[in-house]
């Protein structure tokens, strides 16, 4: 568990792989966090310091097919920019599925991480996020301002 400038963040991984990070509202059972979440905790303290601007962890992220695609999309969306559900959507040569989507997206289990929080609207606004909208926003300004791009 830490406590970022937005809330408290649950860890959850083996050796293997980073398996989850959600936004929590208290403590569970407090467990000696193993290498790979310590290392973890170590990138996302510098992510929120503003230092790192990418992870370097191994994911393990159990999913469909479809969310695979989806999320190993996410991961490639640079640091301090968007995109839409559609160009998710086409990207993974499935321009149809916007919904599906919008669907993997949040079921993400690994926010910040794999960055569910840099797909917005094809329009521009701020849709859906697990963590709350204003977390989504706060997130997308924080990358935005360190990036040298505008904010929301």
Known sequence: YWESPIGLIEIAGSASGIQALHFVHDHRQNATPNQTVADALRQVIDYFAGTRHQFDLPLA???TAFQQAVWQHLLTIPYGRTTSYQEVARA???PRAIRAVGAANGRNPISIIVPCHRVIGSDGQL????GGLWRKEWLLEHEARLAGGRSL
Not at 127 to 130: I, L, N, P, S
Request: net charge positive.
């Open 92 to 94: 993974i040569g499935r």
């Open 127 to 130: 849709t859906g996020y697990g």
């Open 61 to 63: 992220l159990p999913g």
